[in-house]
């Protein structure tokens, strides 16, 4: 049964993306990252809450986790405008 409802989560994934592409196509790119950012945060914090405390998942204290997400989306977000922004100068 749980691997029912496991292969049932692809979809609101699939829904939540397209609905981010289409979010971000209407308000613009800093609310496309804003909703990719909610869905991948909130899809992390409930994988952790039901995978609980597995091996892999209980080396690390909760609140290091929760603090590492947002600066890793953030050190992403740095990566893509810098990779944005170098894409406008032109060489030679």
Do not use: C, D, N
Request: glycine share 14%.
């Amino acid at each position: 049964m749980q691997g029912f409802f496991i292969a049932l989560m692809g979809l609101p994934i699939m829904f939540g993306a397209l609905g981010a592409v289409i979010i971000g196509s209407y308000y613009g790119p800093w609310a496309f990252l804003g909703i990719m950012g909610s869905i991948i945060g909130g899809l992390a914090l409930f994988v952790e809450r039901k995978v609980g405390k597995s091996l892999q998942f209980a080396e690390y204290s909760f609140l290091h986790r929760t603090l590492a997400m947002p600066i890793a989306f953030l050190v992403a977000l740095g990566i893509i405008y810098l990779l944005i922004t170098l894409s406008r100068f032109h060489g030679f």
